[in-house]
């Protein structure tokens, strides 16, 4: 069974701060990673991961995958209090048409003012 | 484009009611997904449909759901009898073939009394 572990659960940091989130996971057949950020409705889509080492950036925030170790960083520089929201890692696997995704907790981000 | 739209946003039955949730997925995605959302599980696939036709329903709790999608226009999910248990905000999500990423609707938050 496809598993994604999140660390931290839970993050409080300040404006201007630079925050790390780490995902873990394990998929028979690894088609893709994918980070999404949900505030108090659904998640809206960040960024899809598919190739080791090599970073997608998005403004503030980036991401990189690592194939080998099985995990995936999402970094967000330079805080703003409209970062706060929950954001999820799921992994997709290969095989067909099988795009079942498999999402970790989450980890709820809050930045204070 | 709109959207995914769901309906309805919120919802509170009695336990033994019959409950339908209602989702038109993104004009052309060929893929429509069924999740449901809560504090202790986290984001769970129930169900998915390629073209209309069911894929993976691995995640469907029990007899008492049951999820259609006559047209690529329209799905149902629907619980029968509903059980306090089955409290949790419902996402509907659709996707466009292989390599892009799934949209999530804006949910339904399920109350069952």
């Known amino acids: 069974e496809d598993k994604v572990v999140q660390s931290p659960l839970s993050l409080v940091v300040h404006e201007g701060d630079t925050v790390t989130l780490n995902c873990s996971y394990e998929?028979?057949?690894?088609?893709?990673l994918l980070w999404y950020k949900q505030e108090k409705k659904a998640p809206t889509f960040l960024f899809m991961l598919t190739s080791s080492g090599i970073e997608k950036k998005s403004g503030r925030l980036s991401s990189i995958l690592d194939k080998k170790e099985l995990f995936s960083i999402l970094n967000i520089t330079a805080t703003q209090t409209g970062d706060s929201a929950v954001y999820l890692c799921a992994v997709e696997p290969r095989g067909g048409s099988n795009y079942k995704l498999t999402f970790g907790k989450g980890t709820l981000l809050t930045v204070n003012p | 484009d709109a959207g995914v739209i769901q309906s309805p946003r919120h919802e509170v039955t009695e336990m033994g009611q019959e409950v339908t949730l209602r989702c038109k997925p993104i004009?052309?995605?060929?893929?429509l997904f069924w999740y449901r959302q809560t504090m202790m599980r986290g984001l769970e696939l129930l169900i998915y449909f390629n073209n209309n036709v069911p894929i993976d329903d691995s995640g469907m709790p029990e007899d008492r759901f049951s999820a259609k999608m006559p047209n690529a226009s329209f799905s149902t999910l629907k619980i029968q009898p509903s059980e306090p248990r089955d409290s949790a905000v419902y996402f509907c999500a659709s996707k466009e073939g292989a390599g892009n990423e799934q949209f999530f609707g804006p949910g339904t938050r399920l109350t069952v009394l």
């Open positions: 998929v028979t057949n690894f088609r893709s």
């Open positions: 004009s052309g995605h060929d893929y």
